[in-house]
């Protein structure tokens, strides 16, 4: 089958061999992904991986479940143990033995096939297009900042960094009724923001004044941190979101002296943001730029990384 391999910080487009399920495995037909920062991180040596890219995926079961064999599904990125400390204590994200889905020590999706954990997959509705199921995961990343903190609506909320995952962040923060401001550097992801009611500010006029109760990290960059520092409240939470290759040099002295808290947030509930996609809650068909075939791999992970693209797709099959 073809696939988008990574090895020694390059990508290429090549044969490789369709993966043998594993005992709870389902096979799927890769039908939709979408190239998301950590992809474009990943190239540049974050988390030292290689083999098949990829992580953000529709597609269609192919064998391994009678339950879902046919089914259009999207899935899970951590695959758990069950048994570890982590695992049995509710916190399954982080299994101590994980592997994520073309991210760490396990093939991705960018391939015609993906082998994945039956319990890892769940079923799209009808209702819920390809170019939107395609959203489910870097969605759930984006609400799981809902679940991390309470989000009133007197607050001050600052997403910062209107990239892919700001734009998913700001909409769903939208939601809470919450003061909100996007903060970014783009002015068409800005514009598409503005468009939709929400207020937002460009990176060099940046609010002056610490009063942002919390603050949300989208920027991608390990300068997100000390800008992140810059609009916080005394005691207010900044929520990171950024994984990057490069290391961050920020000055930690506004955190210890406005003793701000500082949170760490990753993947988050699929089930949660289908829903959202299934009730239109969520504009994500207005973030797909370009989509190119699985083929074209190499030059739309090229374009991905440009500033002028926001979603870039890879049709892989039907
Ligand atoms: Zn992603
Ligand atoms: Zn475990």
Do not use: W
């Amino acid at each position: 089958m073809r696939a988008i391999v990574v090895e020694a910080g390059k990508a290429v487009v090549r044969d490789e061999p369709r993966p043998e399920p594993g005992d709870g495995e389902v096979l799927i037909k890769v039908r939709l992904a979408g190239i998301c920062s950590t992809d474009l991180e990943i190239l540049r040596g974050y988390g030292g991986f290689t083999g098949i890219l990829g992580h953000e995926f529709v597609g269609t079961v192919a064998g391994g479940s009678a339950r879902l064999d046919g089914k259009r599904v999207v899935g899970e990125i951590n695959c758990v143990c069950g048994r570890c400390d982590m695992c049995t204590s509710g916190l399954a994200n982080h299994c101590r033995r994980r592997t994520v889905v073309g991210i760490s020590g396990r093939p991705g999706v960018f391939a015609e096939y993906v082998a994945l954990p039956e319990r890892n997959c769940m079923e799209v509705p009808e209702s819920v297009s390809d170019e939107a199921a395609v959203f489910t995961e870097p969605l759930a990343a984006a609400y799981q900042v809902v679940h991390q903190v309470k989000i009133e609506p007197r607050m001050n909320v600052a997403v910062l960094g209107t990239g892919r995952l700001g734009l998913l962040v700001a909409q769903v923060l939208a939601q809470t009724g919450c003061r909100l401001i996007a903060i970014g550097r783009n002015p068409k992801t800005l514009g598409l923001l503005d468009r939709k009611g929400i207020r937002t500010a460009g990176l060099d006029d940046l609010p002056k004044k610490q009063d942002h109760d919390v603050v949300v990290e989208c920027t991608g960059s390990p300068e997100g941190l000390g800008t992140a520092l810059g609009l916080v409240r005394p005691r207010g939470t900044v929520v990171m979101k950024t994984t990057c290759q490069a290391a961050a040099q920020v000055d930690l002295t506004p955190l210890v002296v406005n003793e701000v808290t500082v949170l760490g947030s990753r993947c988050g509930p699929f089930g949660e943001a289908l829903s959202a996609l299934a009730r239109k809650q969520i504009d994500v068909a207005g973030l797909v730029t370009r989509q190119l075939p699985l083929a074209e791999g190499v030059s739309a992970l090229e374009l991905a990384a440009r500033p002028d693209q926001i979603k870039v797709l890879l049709k892989v099959g039907e």
